[in-house]
């Protein structure tokens, strides 16, 4: 741990005013913008410390909102995504606003119920230069892109992959009434594979030969 600056002391914990709750380092904050047009912004506590006159910093790691980021928010970014940043900064305790919870990518896409406070980050953010860790996520669908955990999509019971209804030419309201689903092209596959295995229920077309007559 880094040593505190004479005349500072580390804090273990902070109590956000006119609430009754108490910030400790680790967890994630709301934090009030200068321009109050905006979202709080959302930063995870590093440290806690109070100069002689009792006044209280804390020392934070910014999370970026896709819209913040130098590549801006792009299609397959969910409303409460977020970029766990390199940027550091020391802000006074008293614009911190409340706490909320920043999930991982799996755990999100488990609740049942997402509250206001509930988000999520499944990459680091280079503010500097835009890249992101990882630089490759998985794809899925005809369309290739990413999981938006805020969209809707489908399984294919042969080939396991998933697919936005309307990539499908399906309504929403058709997507969730479906038992059961098959891409269009396991869908061909399927029926290649019917026409191989099929069993003869007509009668040969084949010319038909008469039999010898046994010679008596």
């Given at each position: 741990m880094a040593?505190?600056?004479p005349g500072k002391k580390d804090l273990d914990s902070y109590a956000i005013k006119g609430t009754n709750k108490v910030v400790r380092p680790g967890d994630c904050v709301l934090m009030r913008p200068s321009d109050s047009d905006k979202p709080p912004y959302v930063a995870r506590v590093e440290k806690i410390e109070a100069d002689h006159r009792n006044n209280v910093k804390v020392r934070?790691?910014?999370?970026?909102?896709?819209?913040?980021?130098?590549?801006?928010?792009?299609?397959?970014?969910?409303?409460?995504?977020?970029?766990?940043?390199?940027?550091?900064?020391?802000?006074?305790?008293?614009?911190?606003?409340?706490?909320?919870?920043?999930?991982?990518?799996?755990n999100y896409t488990k609740l049942e119920n997402v509250g206001a406070e509930d988000y999520f980050c499944r990459f680091e953010y280079k503010a500097a230069t835009g890249g992101f860790t990882?630089?490759?996520?998985?794809?899925?669908?005809?369309?290739?892109?990413?999981?938006?955990?805020?969209?809707?999509?489908?399984?294919?019971?042969?080939?396991?992959?998933?697919?936005?209804?309307?990539?499908?030419e399906m309504t929403?309201?058709?997507?969730?009434?479906l038992d059961h689903f098959l891409c269009s092209d396991c869908t061909s596959e399927d029926d290649a594979k019917r026409s191989m295995n099929t069993?003869?229920?007509?009668?040969?077309?084949?010319?038909?030969v008469e039999p010898k007559r046994r010679k008596r």
């Open positions: 040593k505190t600056k934070v790691r910014w999370y970026y909102r896709p819209e913040e980021s130098i590549g801006g928010r792009r299609q397959f970014h969910g409303a409460k995504e977020l970029f766990l940043s390199d940027h550091y900064d020391v802000q006074s305790a008293h614009t911190i606003e409340g706490k909320c919870i920043v999930h991982t990518f799996k990882p630089d490759r996520v998985a794809v899925y669908c005809k369309c290739e892109m990413p999981y938006n955990p805020d969209d809707l999509m489908v399984q294919c019971e042969g080939c396991k992959d998933w697919f936005h209804p309307s990539c499908m929403i309201e058709e997507a969730k009434g069993f003869p229920v007509s009668a040969s077309l084949e010319p038909k």
